[in-house]
């Protein structure tokens, strides 16, 4: 093991310290923008996804592994779906249609 931003002069016994593990695995899953998670009060995080050329949304409750500043790495299987809500979504309602814009790089 080693210390990321150890001080130069060995630790004393009795010392406290506060420190936090780190894994060195990486969690397998979905980048997902976390402006898409829908997180109702008191409920887990939820995704509205659409299916290849459905143009219907699906409210689906997803779990992610951890949290970055723009981002969630979502561990739930998403591969049944092509897209999901990026924008909007607080107006949307399990089984809405929806149009697809394209992206600003398309």
Do not use: N
């Amino acid at each position: 093991m080693a210390l990321t931003g150890a001080p130069a002069a060995p630790l004393s016994a009795g010392l406290r310290l506060s420190a936090r593990l780190a894994s060195r695995e990486r969690a397998v899953g979905y980048r997902v923008a976390v402006a898409a998670l829908h997180l109702p009060e008191g409920q887990h995080a939820e995704l509205y996804v659409l299916r290849e050329g459905e143009s219907q949304v699906h409210l689906t409750p997803v779990r992610f592994a951890h949290l970055e500043a723009d981002a969630a790495i979502v561990t739930t299987d998403l591969s049944d779906y092509a897209a999901y809500v990026t924008r909007g979504q607080h107006q949307l309602r399990d089984g809405d249609k929806v149009r697809i814009l394209p992206t600003e790089s398309e």
